[in-house]
């Protein structure tokens, strides 16, 4: 995760988001009520190990640093699976008006007193109430190293005990992260990598609440200095998620402009249309199998989608002429590359990147390709990948010129440009996709007197 994120992050936050609206699961709302359990249970534990607390309670501090948690927690700042929120700040002062064993459960108290109301009132359901013990895990970790510690006041707490605690809260949000999300195949290691940058909020926040923790005993109200901060940071939360619904909004206008393109595209010519949504599937699962990332994952969606668009500017008798084109014709068919690229420049913003994918989806490996002759590496993977999907299409479909070629064919004719046409890792795993899927083995009834056409000319048109 991070300040700006891809369109897969942006992905994966406006999932979260709608999950924090839905209804809970039943396999979810088990999770969470055994986690809840443990919470309590840790909680329940910490207290009794500690015992009964003799003195350190400051209840109008602690009262105070509730309050400003329960604020606190309405600043989210959207994060991967889910956000954070700048309650380090009350958190921290809240350690030093109650015996550490007590704060967990004020945690939980400030969590309700944010959440009851908007619970109540029906903006979210009732049932998410359960996730909020699972919300104040993070607590237990510092509560039990200062209770260790022996509770020192803040102004003589020693740096270690200091550090040992935020490292114990980083670490037990990180586990509990990974406990709740690792069922829905929503937890990794890669993904606590992409969002360790969280952690260092809390790491920035802490000295400020620190400040306010050295005179909250004597000045119980010095908590509610902290509010104009937390107020900017509201702001701040509230442009990054208009900044965030503007991205969502823009990608899928993207996406619907794709997808009206290519209904164009297939209104024009039904098979061109059809062929292209074809090829999709396909580029995507041999992306899929060359580790690309979101980016070009998504670059190559939408240039297997639109990679004929430039199509609809190639006069139709050109286009569905049965047999051989003429040199004229072919230089005129060459040409819908180009076309496809101009309409996507037109379009902006990442579409000229899927652009330049379109223009390039008939260069070869062996730089016999048009429009540029690029060869090799210089040839974007993206557009390396369309090229074998659309000329592997191209032959297992029946077109105006030729009837399909059976799937053992087709796979030769692959081996045999290999090296040359197509780049060899590419050809390697789309084989290894379309020969290994259930079907793939049948082959489709021989065409009486079946004419051999060269893959070039299969894949072009």
């Known amino acids: 995760m991070s300040l700006n994120p891809d369109s897969a992050e942006q992905e994966r936050i406006a999932q979260a988001a709608e999950r924090r609206r839905a209804r809970v699961e039943r396999r979810e709302r088990i999770l969470e009520t055994a986690f809840a359990a443990g919470f309590v249970a840790a ?56 015996p550490p064993a007590l704060a967990p459960w004020a945690v ?20 998410r109430l359960v996730f909020l013990p699972g919300d104040a895990w993070f607590a237990i970790g510092p509560a039990a190293v200062l209770a260790a510690a022996g509770a020192p006041p803040a102004d003589h707490l020693a740096l270690p005990v200091a550090a040992g605690a935020i490292g114990a809260q980083c670490a037990v949000e990180i586990a509990a992260w990974i406990v709740r999300e690792g069922p829905f195949g929503r937890a990794g290691v890669r993904e606590q990598i992409r969002e360790l940058w969280v952690h260092g909020v809390d790491l920035a926040l802490t000295p400020v609440a620190l400040v306010v923790a050295l005179v909250i005993a004597d000045r119980p109200w010095s908590v509610f200095a902290l509010m104009p901060l937390i107020g900017v940071l509201a702001v701040f939360a509230r442009e990054r998620e208009a900044r965030l619904q ?44 060359l580790g690309l990332d979101a980016a070009q994952r998504r670059n190559l969606e939408f240039a297997a989608l639109l990679h004929d668009v430039g199509k609809v500017a190639i006069p139709k008798a050109i286009i569905n002429k049965p047999g051989k084109l003429d040199p004229a014709e072919w230089t005129v068919i060459k040409t819908h590359t180009l076309e496809g690229q101009r309409m996507l ?30 060869a090799g590496e210089a040839i974007p993977l993206e557009a390396r990948i369309i090229a074998c999907c659309d000329a592997w299409s191209a032959m297992t479909t029946t077109r105006s010129y030729r009837e399909a070629m059976p799937v053992t064919a087709a796979a030769a004719e692959i081996r045999r440009c290999t090296g040359t046409q197509f780049d060899p890792r590419v050809a390697d795993a789309l084989l290894a996709i379309v020969l290994d899927a259930p079907d793939a083995g049948a082959v489709r009834a021989p065409v009486p007197q079946l004419q051999h056409v060269p893959l070039s000319t299969a894949a072009a048109r």
């Open 43 to 98: 909680a329940a534990a910490l207290l009794l190990l500690a015992g009964a607390p003799a003195s350190g309670i400051h209840p109008i501090p602690a009262a105070a640093c509730i309050v400003c948690f329960a604020i606190a927690v309405h600043v989210p700042f959207a994060v991967g699976e889910g956000y954070t929120v700048p309650t380090q700040l009350a958190f921290v002062p809240l350690l030093f008006t109650l």
């Open 108 to 127: 939980l108290a400030g969590l309700l007193l944010a959440r009851l109301p908007g619970q109540i009132a029906g903006r979210r359901p009732l049932a």
């Open 246 to 289: 503007g991205l969502f909004e823009l990608n899928q206008a993207y996406h619907g402009t794709a997808l009206l393109l290519g209904d164009v595209v297939e209104a024009d010519d039904s098979y061109t249309g059809t062929h292209s949504r074809g090829v999709v599937s396909l580029a995507m699962d041999v992306g899929a199998a």
């Open 345 to 374: 420049d037109r379009v902006g913003g990442f579409m000229r990147s899927v652009g330049l994918i379109v223009r390039s989806h008939h260069e070869q490996w062996d730089g016999g390709g048009y429009p540029d002759g690029l």
